[in-house]
């Protein structure tokens, strides 16, 4: 019985993991596309279609944190509300030391990457809900 307890939670998690990747897989693949179209092989190219996944992504971290404050107690909400403000504030803070430091540094590519590094924060954040989001998602829901 424990052995079989054990294989449905193991093939809950892979069903998990399978549907993170493919929305991560949908807003990499469309970055992915965008930055293989030859006019966005310029700085600015690269700049836009990286700033458009951002948005995909902070549209999938606003979802998920919906998703999540409505399977919480009050308690926990209010605990989620105060690490949310916490790391918009770090992500702001991060985000104003690497725009100092890039904007410092020789060739425009470093716009590029600050760029990703904007995109990269919102992309985990997003994931991490989500991770909560399917700790709690009954499967079937």
Known sequence: ????????????????ACGQEKKK???DQQLKACLDV????????MIECTKRAQEQ?????NKNY???????????????????RNWIAYRDKEIEFARTMYVNMQGT??????ADR???????????LKTY?????EPGE
Do not use: P
């Open 57 to 61: 992504w902070d549209q999938e971290l």
């Open 38 to 45: 030859e006019k966005n092989q310029t700085t600015a190219g």
């Open 109 to 114: 590519m470093w716009r590029v990457v600050l």
């Open 133 to 137: 989001v399917d700790n709690l998602t």
């Open 66 to 84: 919906s998703l999540l404050i409505g399977k919480l107690s009050a308690d926990e909400k209010e605990k989620l509300k105060v690490a949310q």
């Open 25 to 27: 897989e949908s807003i």
């Open 118 to 128: 904007q995109m990269e924060l919102t992309k985990q954040r997003a994931l991490e």
């Open 1 to 16: 019985m424990k052995y079989i307890a054990f294989l449905s939670l193991s093939f809950m998690l892979v069903l998990q």
